[in-house]
């Protein structure tokens, strides 16, 4: 039973575009969702947060908006910039125990 | 400062074998994370130590994992009689008691 899902195993756009990823929970008892980026032989670095009392929350280049209706939260970056090319988990907790989606490979191409 | 250190950072041994893999979190953070993340999946929880105490081991997948915190400090992860099927990296992650946890750069363990 995936409770987080991430459907695009890949996305690719080009530098200075916006970059959308997406992330679907089943939980309505989620509390708290959070994206992380993940370079290879690397562990997941934490990027941005939010409150599912929320619906946006902003840190430079980086959104994440939430819709708890549709149980779906996506991460904009924007502009995209080659040095964003990673891996991106969203993860989703309630409690202390955070339950991750598969990841999205994002290439941002110069 | 410090991030979150795991040693061995790769740990080959053959099926049947024990291994131990630890953990040094970032200082001063109580809680302690354990997941293990396969190829092409997400991080997969196993366990929560709150201190000393293990406060969530519910992902832990069987009774050959065992993990550790004595001093509510460095962790050890344990797995005894090691399967193919083990194979995998371990990642462990220290958070202050807030909600991000911050993760080291993992042991990844292979099993032959």
């Known amino acids: 039973d995936q409770q987080v899902k991430q459907n695009s195993p890949s996305l690719s756009v080009q530098e200075g575009r916006i970059s959308i990823l997406n992330c679907d929970y089943t939980n309505s008892m989620f509390d708290y969702f959070l994206w992380y980026k993940k370079y290879p032989a690397e562990g997941p670095t934490f990027l941005i947060s939010?409150?599912?009392?929320?619906d946006k929350n902003e840190d430079g280049r980086f959104t994440v908006f939430l819709n708890k209706s549709a149980k779906h939260l996506s991460l904009h970056i924007v502009p995209s910039q080659p040095g964003d090319s990673a891996v991106y988990f969203c993860a989703a907790s309630k409690g202390s125990r955070l339950t991750f989606g598969e990841g999205t490979q994002l290439t941002v191409n110069p | 400062g410090a991030g979150v250190s795991q040693t061995p950072s790769n740990k080959v041994t053959e099926k049947g074998k024990y291994v131990e893999l630890r953990c040094d979190p970032i200082s001063g953070h109580t809680a302690l994370y354990w997941y293990r993340q396969s190829l092409g999946q997400g991080p997969e929880f196993l366990i929560y130590?709150?201190?000393?105490?293990?406060?969530?081991d519910s992902g832990l997948p069987n009774d050959r994992f065992f993990a550790v915190r004595p001093e509510g400090s460095v962790s050890t992860l344990k797995i005894q009689r090691t399967e193919r099927g083990d194979s995998a990296v371990y990642l462990c992650?220290?958070?202050?008691?807030?909600?991000?946890?911050?993760f080291g750069p993992g042991t990844r363990l292979t099993v032959l």
């Open positions: 992650a220290s958070s202050p008691g807030y909600n991000e946890q911050f």
């Open positions: 939010i409150s599912s009392i929320k």
């Open positions: 130590f709150q201190g000393t105490g293990a406060a969530d």
